[in-house]
């Protein structure tokens, strides 16, 4: 994706702290790296009060004031003038709840979690639902006309 090879060229990690402060050296607000730790109380659309680590959802760019939301496909969030406030606000917003929740339904790990549901999110410990083993089946093809070299073999799942 060209937005995740943005990203990686315009991260700034903790390493580059030094760098961090020189970015930022304008800004009323300097960012912090413990705003990465820090944690938001979260209501999601079924009243549930989730909390969400802003460390999973932002990420640091070269741009002096101006973090990205990874959860948002790389939207850019101010925090030049509010400071973290900037950033919880952000998380609060409809727009990130309704990109969190289609990344949660898109990722579920119901192999992991029994009972779970997209919107409920699982509690850790429980247990995990068996599923059963695929069995291989392998079938031998004759090779495309255009492929005369190779032999095609293909592997075919079943349940």
Same mark, same amino acid.
């Given at each position: 994706?060209?937005?995740? /090879? ?8 903790? =390493?580059?702290e030094?760098?961090v402060?020189?970015l ?10 413990g ?24 990420r640091? /760019? ?10 948002? =496909? ?7 003038n *509010?400071?973290? =406030?900037s ?13 969190a929740?289609?990344? *949660? ?8 979690f029994?009972n ?6 699982p509690? /850790? ?6 599923r059963?083993?695929?069995s ?13 070299? =190779?032999?095609?073999?293909v592997?075919? /799942?079943?349940?």
């Amino acid at each position: 994706m060209p937005g995740d /090879i943005w990203l990686q060229i315009n991260k700034v990690d903790d =390493s580059q702290e030094h760098r961090v402060r020189e970015l930022d050296k304008d800004c009323k607000e300097k960012f912090r790296w413990g705003w990465m730790e820090k944690t938001a109380t979260v209501k999601t659309s079924n009243g549930a009060e989730v909390q969400v680590k802003l460390g999973d959802c932002f990420r640091k /760019i070269n741009t002096p004031g101006v973090v990205v939301c990874v959860t948002c =496909s790389n939207q850019t969030v101010k925090y030049a003038n *509010r400071g973290v =406030s900037s950033l919880v606000d952000h998380v609060k917003s409809e727009k990130h709840k309704k990109n969190a929740a289609a990344t *949660r339904q898109t990722h579920t790990m119901d192999t992991h979690f029994a009972n779970s549901k997209p919107d409920d999110p699982p509690t /850790i410990g429980e247990a995990a639902s068996p599923r059963p083993t695929p069995s291989l089946v392998t079938q031998n093809l004759p090779a495309l006309m255009c492929d005369r070299i =190779s032999t095609a073999e293909v592997k075919i /799942i079943r349940p």
